[in-house]
């Protein structure tokens, strides 16, 4: 995908979670995401906050979270989620044709992946059904794998696999086969252990039994 073509596919998933958002009930907006510790109302808020804000603002809010990038994306979003949840459709719907991202320096890429991928958070959780487009999908995914260190760390979490899309002509890694839909495929690239399930091929059980919580823990 061209530049263009993944701002157009930022456009249509924030216009539809706007949709989306419009008809959440007050339990569902309280529901447990995907995102740990975070309520469906968490994950909504911080796509809000996708406009991008100014060096000035970012170092301030790094500073109140102690330098720690996870920590400032938790306390932003919390922060913005004390907002009225009636807002945040009317709020996403403003950055339909904005070229801003969510930092200065980042490509589309991020708030791709951004918005395909917590469009899940909140859905999955909800068992609502929210298809993710193959292509944009794809160009996602390929980011996620080829972004090196925090915060997916893809290449080094996967190494020894080959993920391979079944819904579209996409594939990373070399060793033994995992296969799933590009969109499962994302999921787990980006670290959401609740698509684990929905993998399968010759290399699928080892790579769940590396990448579960469990393992995660030991």
Same mark, same amino acid.
């Given at each position: 995908m061209n530049r263009d073509e993944v701002w157009q596919a930022i456009d249509h998933e924030r216009s539809t979670l706007a949709d989306l958002f419009d008809d959440l009930s007050a339990k569902e907006w309280e529901?447990? !995401?995907?995102?740990?510790g975070w309520r469906v109302r968490d994950v909504a808020a911080h796509?809000?906050?996708?406009?991008?804000? !100014?060096?000035?603002?970012?170092a301030s809010w790094m500073l109140r979270a102690r330098g720690s990038m996870n920590r400032m994306i938790h306390d932003t979003a919390v922060?913005?989620?004390?907002?009225?949840?009636?807002?945040? !459709?009317?709020?996403?719907r403003a950055m339909v044709g904005s070229r801003k991202t969510a930092a200065p320096g980042l490509t589309p890429f991020e708030p791709l992946i951004d918005v395909l991928v917590h469009g899940q958070d909140i859905t999955i959780p909800?068992?609502?059904?929210?298809?993710?487009?193959?292509?944009?999908a794809a160009a996602a995914a390929t980011r996620a794998w080829e972004r090196k260190g925090w915060p997916f760390w893809a290449k080094r979490r996967m190494s020894g696999f080959e993920l391979v899309a079944t819904d579209h002509s996409w594939s990373v890694g070399q060793g033994r086969r995992v296969e799933g839909s590009i969109g499962t495929i994302l999921l787990v690239l980006t670290g959401r252990t609740a698509a684990l399930p929905h993998l399968s091929g010759p290399g699928a059980a080892d790579l769940r039994a590396r990448? !579960?919580?469990a393992a995660a823990r030991r």
């Open positions: 529901t447990a !995401s995907l995102c740990d796509l809000t906050l996708a406009h991008g804000a !100014s060096l000035l603002q970012m922060q913005q989620a004390e907002l009225p949840v009636e807002r945040y !459709s009317a709020l996403l909800l068992g609502r059904d929210r298809p993710m487009p193959p292509r944009a990448l !579960s919580p």
